[in-house]
């Protein structure tokens, strides 16, 4: 069974940073695409960011491209989002998730695994 654990989420005022950390249980994380999506209040949950296997190629939201940044480390199971210029509609329950497979594409359909998130406020 796999687990995912999301942390460092937190309160920041815009302008700030903040960096999500998601640690997986299980082997065979580095044969599996991750992603981060994120929930804000009385909306539906939406892609954000999401990395190949390799950690060799990687997709943004139009909302976050140039602010965040997706990478991860295989040896430590691993993945992280790097969250730089934040703004108020930032604000939401931050998920990692893990990919079927190869796919790392927007659609929630494409993840099987989630975690159950990190709470993200940015004030203005």
């Known amino acids: 069974q796999v687990q995912l654990v999301e942390s460092g989420g937190g309160l920041v005022q815009a302008g700030g940073s903040l960096r999500l950390s998601c640690a997986a249980s299980?082997?065979?994380?580095?044969?599996?695409?991750m992603a981060w999506f994120r929930q804000a209040p009385g909306k539906e949950r939406e892609f954000v960011a999401s990395?190949?296997?390799?950690?060799?190629?990687?997709n943004y939201a139009d909302s976050v491209k140039g602010r965040f940044t997706i990478s991860r480390d295989n040896a430590k199971n691993t993945v992280y989002l790097q969250m730089n210029s934040l703004k108020p509609e930032d604000t939401a329950i931050y998920y990692c998730?893990?990919?079927?497979?190869?796919?790392?594409?927007?659609?929630?359909?494409?993840?099987?695994?989630w975690g159950q998130g990190t709470r993200v406020t940015v004030s203005s």
């Open positions: 299980g082997r065979a994380f580095s044969l599996f695409a």
């Open positions: 998730a893990r990919s079927r497979g190869a796919l790392m594409g927007p659609s929630r359909s494409e993840y099987d695994y």
């Open positions: 990395v190949r296997a390799s950690g060799g190629s990687t």
